[in-house]
């Protein structure tokens, strides 16, 4: 065995002496290219034999083999093992464009390969020390050295850069595509504006879900509707209906929506972005906004994703919505959970706060405003709804930063809902009894345990299931991230899968 090494370990010094990496390396760059024109993930892949001819070329083709192992490495390996007639490819290199996969690693050791020389790391699949790395393994009867191109001079990191633009390209051009087709689908009405990509890039948000889109609602009229959709464990029984407040969008719910989807009681969960919040279109004009019309499109939401019997968590307005939902949607809401925001729907302190953030040119500026106060000492941290008396309870680290609450409304032409949810806490006040103020003032009473409204939709107190409001109930600012602890959250699945 020693003097097998030993012989293998002269010829490789001999071959990186005597042989240049140039001509294999364009080689397996070209056969990438044809695995890019021909659709597929471009990585391509040679083998050269012990005095450094190219004996075996591939590039990647499973979907037009429709063959899950038709990688760019197998598919060189068996050209190069069927050019010598054999299997073992004793003192053969291995150029790949991108470090190999479990599959690939493993073919190539069974092979016996000397080298393997690959221009890019992979490090979500890489088997070649990225992720794990068989190669390694001392215990295995061969082994094949392991070179990344960044370790073999000049030449090497430029065909490695090349690669990996060839890589780059392709995944960019894949998404304008997914982008244009979804556009298409979707076009955008002309009274109405949407949020860029751009707006929501590099914003830390995890939110563990399917992020989805609808246009076909009949109360949308051509809008389109964001939401996320994620399931829990097979055999849950419990729909989920996450509705956010004003200010806040579907990012307010990324914790929750990761601690419900853990749940074993959990069946399905959906997380809308309201129109004119979030990724969701923005009309331009606030006569759009009328609360019915958003209840009547959560509604159409229910039945076009089939949620049974859903549990509303709601927050400030979107509490409110959820239950003027439920008195519409025929008995696919069983209870509502209603999650505080600010001071009491329609108080006049939320009506004078609302008022105040419809003014606002920007979002991103009040809230920058609000944390540059509480940094520098000189102001409360948090102001009531009103701004007349200051919160001493108000919330030391936010679930969202201000940039990711205000990235849907990237400026004024952005927040007709601003002002239109402001004129709805002025109706509520001044007509209580009428439209949205009625249930409003019903959800701002204390409830027993399932104390139903008018509709037979239980309103929960969640101390029914040992939840008790957060030290941040009373700041406007607060989203359901900073309300809810993950105990909360288990305690309040377990309740309702009962």
């Known amino acids: 065995m020693r003097s097998c090494e030993g012989r293998t370990g002269k010829l490789l010094s001999l071959m990186d002496d005597r042989l240049s990496h140039s001509i294999p390396m364009q080689a397996a760059l070209e056969q990438a290219r044809l695995a890019a024109a021909a659709g597929e993930v471009p990585i391509g892949a040679v083998v050269c034999d012990a005095q450094g001819r190219i004996i075996?070329?591939?590039?990647?083709?499973?979907?037009?083999?429709?063959?899950?192992?038709?990688?760019?490495?197998?598919?060189?390996?068996?050209?190069?093992?069927?050019?010598?007639?054999n299997y073992r490819l004793d003192g053969c290199r291995v150029y790949i464009t991108l470090e190999p996969c479990t599959m690939c690693a493993g073919a190539?050791?069974?092979?016996?390969?000397?080298?393997?020389?690959?221009?890019?790391?992979?490090?979500?699949?890489?088997?070649?020390?990225?992720?794990?790395d068989p190669f390694a393994v001392a215990q295995l009867n061969h082994q094949t050295r392991v070179l990344p191109a960044a370790g073999l001079g000049p030449e090497a990191e430029t065909w490695a850069q090349a690669c990996a633009g060839l890589l780059q390209g392709f995944f960019r051009d894949k998404r304008k595509q997914a982008l244009c087709l979804h556009q298409a689908s979707h076009p955008l009405r002309q009274d109405a504006l949407r949020t860029p990509d751009g707006c929501f890039a590099g914003l830390a948000l995890a939110a563990p879900a399917e992020s989805r889109y609808t246009s076909s609602l009949p109360a949308l009229a051509g809008l389109r509707l964001h939401y996320l959709e994620a399931h829990g464990p097979s055999g849950g029984t419990v729909d989920w209906l996450l509705l956010h407040g004003h200010p806040g969008w579907s990012a307010g719910f990324t914790k929750v929506l990761g601690w419900l989807q853990a749940q074993p009681s959990t069946r399905r969960i959906l997380v809308p972005d309201l129109v004119g919040f979030g990724r969701s279109d923005k009309p331009k004009k606030t006569a759009f906004h009328h609360p019915?019309?958003?209840?009547?499109?959560?509604?159409?939401?229910?039945?076009?994703?089939?949620?049974?019997?859903?549990?509303?968590?709601?927050?400030?307005?979107?509490?409110?919505?959820?239950?003027?939902?439920?008195?519409?949607a025929s008995g696919r809401v069983r209870a509502l959970w209603r999650l505080p925001q600010g001071a009491p729907w329609p108080s006049p302190d939320h009506a004078a706060f609302l008022k105040d953030l419809a003014a606002r040119p920007l979002l991103v500026t009040a809230l920058r405003a609000r944390d540059a106060s509480g940094r520098a000492g000189t102001?409360?941290?948090h102001a009531s709804p009103g701004g007349s008396q200051p919160d001493p309870t108000g919330v030391t680290k936010r679930a969202l930063s201000p940039q990711a609450l205000a990235a849907p409304w990237p400026d004024k032409g952005h927040q007709a809902?601003?002002?239109?949810?402001?004129?709805?806490a002025r109706v509520a006040q001044a007509a209580p009894e009428s439209g949205m103020g009625g249930s409003a003032a019903a959800i701002a009473q204390t409830h027993e345990e399932h104390e139903a409204d008018a509709s037979g939709c239980?309103?929960?107190?969640?101390?029914?299931?040992?939840?008790?409001?957060?030290?941040?109930?009373?700041?406007?600012?607060?989203?359901?991230?900073?309300?809810?602890?993950?105990?909360?959250?288990?305690?309040?699945?377990?309740?309702?899968?009962h």
């Open 379 to 381: 102001g409360p941290r």
């Open 108 to 132: 190539m050791l069974h092979a016996r390969v000397a080298q393997v020389i690959y221009a890019v790391p992979e490090p979500r699949t890489g088997a070649a020390g990225s992720v794990i």
């Open 417 to 424: 809902a601003f002002v239109a949810m402001a004129a709805w």
């Open 292 to 328: 019915a019309l958003h209840a009547r499109i959560l509604v159409e939401l229910l039945a076009e994703r089939d949620l049974q019997r859903a549990v509303v968590l709601g927050q400030g307005i979107g509490a409110e919505l959820g239950l003027d939902a439920a008195r519409r």
């Open 458 to 497: 239980p309103i929960v107190d969640p101390a029914a299931f040992g939840v008790t409001a957060s030290a941040a109930a009373s700041d406007p600012w607060a989203q359901p991230d900073d309300l809810l602890a993950a105990s909360d959250v288990a305690r309040a699945a377990a309740y309702f899968g």
């Open 56 to 85: 075996g070329r591939g590039h990647n083709a499973p979907i037009a083999n429709h063959d899950p192992t038709a990688h760019a490495e197998i598919q060189a390996l068996r050209q190069a093992a069927a050019c010598l007639g």
